[in-house]
């Protein structure tokens, strides 16, 4: 009766009670859609990995930090392998990212239509819509980007430091993440150092704040030490591929194209220039600007950027809903239905690529043909059949002194975690971690062989024949069945195994 009496004397609590319920239902809806649907084709070659690693946990991985694989190997706990259950934190680090989205938007002073309108438009972008299909540490990165963005606006407009311990855990937890994340820390502290918000770095809970975080990447701080900094090797490799090979071409477009709704571009460019209009927010403007200036110069990748646009939705999302207030009755409808149906479209659009709607027909097929993620998520059930199959041809005698070697980190996922029912080896391989896991010993004496062109293992191993081809159940051109489709049976290495293992070190 008391909560009753409260409410009724309260009103605009119920309307915000209301509109959180709101964006609740909306994050609900996007994270059913995934539930759905995850357990179409199977695990992407990424995911592979991160599986793998999360059998061998450490305080730190070749690619990336062990936030991810720790997370993975939680998963593996509570549900198996399961497709459904390992991708789960994924959806809900997604959904948690959409409400923050409408909160944001709220503190900075929006209403019903700004915070429904920023969920909206952060739910149905192309690449939040990508996060919720696949366990990839790029999912908890964006969470974190937007989680850190809210803590921001808290503590500008509340005005209390202690708002600094959350944005340090929360950047701790980033850095365990993912490494780029330094980019957008980097834009936190110009966009207060460039601005009058400075005041705020003046506090025992900034300085606070930077312990907290450096406590919790110590751990992985010293596991780089320990192996020479191997990360940022293997990062300057990554970045000198992905510019060789043009992966960096068209960073721009994918900013209005990839990392948001194309209907929304007019709501984040109105917040960009609400945000450098606002003189208690302005600091969100350059938390945004900087990142994407960093990775453009850098020539990061298109979707390196797209934590920052959530932020500029909320705030474009509250401009839009003065500007619509302020229209008359017929007008102001026209617009919201006209922008509402367009994300809708554009959204569905997207899900018909993104997202793995059909187990079959058109829409499979039409799904397929434009996103290279899900077909780099078929075939990898018949890849370890067909080494099954080799193995088992191999005689008794043979197969006691014989092992699996592979030419990459999805082939090496594969074996090991989907091969133990047919109770084949764990696999060899060199690429990141696993190199750092080394080989048996004794080293096998006959191997088997995939990922590798027949040309390398004729001038690596010995005896090598042909002893099968990959397999896709699609007939789906992908990595596996593009550059690497044959699988051989090798004698060891032409070199010592020692002096063969310090050369078979491979980044990927």
Request: proline share 6%; glycine share 10%.
């Amino acid at each position: 009766m008391a909560s009753v009496s409260e409410a009724a004397h309260n009103p605009s609590g119920m309307r915000t009670q209301t509109v959180t319920a709101g964006l609740i239902a909306i994050a609900a809806a996007m994270a059913l859609l995934h539930l759905l649907t995850n357990m179409r084709y199977g695990f992407h070659r990424d995911e592979l990995q991160f599986l793998s690693d999360a059998r061998h946990l450490a305080w730190g991985f070749v690619a990336y930090p062990p936030l991810t694989p720790f997370v993975e190997r939680m998963s593996l706990a509570l549900f198996g392998l399961n497709m459904v259950g390992l991708r789960l934190f994924s959806v809900l680090a997604q959904s948690i990212a959409i409400v923050i989205a409408g909160l944001m938007a709220r503190d900075i002073g929006g209403g019903r239509l700004a915070q429904i309108t920023a969920a909206v438009g952060v739910a149905l972008s192309p690449l939040p819509l990508f996060q919720g299909t696949e366990f990839q540490y790029t999912t908890f990165d964006f969470l974190w980007w937007v989680l850190i963005a809210w803590c921001v606006i808290r503590l500008l407009k509340s005005e209390n430091p202690r708002w600094w311990l959350a944005i340090g855990a929360v950047a701790g937890l980033g850095v365990m993440t993912k490494y780029a994340i330094l980019f957008y820390i980097a834009g936190i502290l110009g966009g207060f150092l460039l601005t009058r918000a400075r005041r705020c770095l003046l506090s025992w809970y900034f300085v606070s704040a930077l312990v907290l975080t450096t406590l919790i990447c110590l751990p992985n701080l010293l596991w780089q030490v320990h192996h020479h900094f191997v990360s940022y090797a293997f990062l300057k490799y990554i970045h000198v591929r992905d510019v060789g090979e043009g992966r960096a071409h068209g960073f721009i477009l994918a900013q209005f194209l990839l990392c948001t709704n194309v209907v929304t571009v007019p709501l984040w460019i109105a917040g960009l220039a609400g945000f450098l209009l606002s003189r208690r927010y302005r600091v969100l403007a350059w938390i945004s600007l900087i990142p994407v200036a960093l990775f453009f110069f850098g020539k990061g990748r298109g979707y390196y950027t797209a934590g920052v646009y959530p932020i500029l939705m909320a705030m474009g999302a509250v401009v839009g809903e003065k500007w619509v207030a302020s229209l008359k009755t017929g007008w102001r409808r026209s617009v919201e239905w006209l922008f509402f149906a367009g994300v809708a479209v554009y959204g569905a659009f997207a899900c018909a690529i993104i997202v793995p709607l059909a187990p079959s027909g058109p829409l499979m097929r039409f799904a397929l043909s434009n996103n290279g993620d899900l077909r780099e998520e078929t075939g990898w059930p018949e890849i370890v059949r067909t080494v099954a199959t080799i193995w088992d041809t191999l005689p008794p005698e043979q197969r006691e002194h014989a092992g699996i070697l592979v030419g990459n980190y999805g082939e090496q996922g594969a074996i090991e975690i989907l091969g133990p029912p047919y109770q084949l080896p764990p696999p060899i391989s060199g690429t990141n971690s696993a190199w750092l896991r080394g080989y048996s010993l004794p080293p096998p004496a006959t191997l088997i062989v995939l990922g590798l062109s027949q040309r390398y293992v004729d001038k690596t191993f010995a005896g090598c024949r042909l002893a099968g081809h990959v397999v896709n159940p699609f007939g789906v051109e992908n990595e596996e069945s593009r550059d690497h489709p044959d699988i051989f049976v090798c004698g060891s290495p032409l070199q010592p195994w020692p002096v063969f293992w310090k050369d078979f070190q491979s980044f990927g």
